[in-house]
């Protein structure tokens, strides 16, 4: 019998690659276009627990030790290509406190 293959992620705190599974998914929203194809608003960052939230989405381990090594490196502003504001990392932080 053939085994499933577990899809791995590499976590951007400690870099290391776990299952998809374990793994708390941040995801940028796309940005919304009129139809002159003229950005209206930007996507927001927020956490995605469900792991089916459109947009790009960065991976990290279910743990704050983590998000703050992924944070102080912006290795997110890296992965989304965007300048993200510290409030937005509170928010998420609370998030994964309410998680765990």
Do not use: H, W
């Not at 627990?49 to 790009?56: D, E, F, N």
């Not at 030790?65 to 102080?72: F, R, Y």
């Amino acid at each position: 019998m053939k085994q499933k293959k577990i899809p791995m992620r590499k976590c951007l705190g400690c870099g290391e690659m776990k299952p998809k599974r374990d793994l708390a998914r941040v995801v940028k929203a796309p940005d919304t276009k009129d139809e002159n194809g003229e950005v209206i608003e930007k996507g927001g960052v927020s956490l995605d627990l469900s792991g089916k939230k459109a947009g790009r989405g960065a991976y990290v381990c279910k743990n704050s030790e983590c998000l703050e090594k992924a944070v102080k490196a912006r290795r997110f502003e890296r992965a989304f290509q965007a300048k993200i504001p510290d409030s937005i990392f509170e928010g998420i932080k609370e998030e994964l406190k309410n998680f765990e």
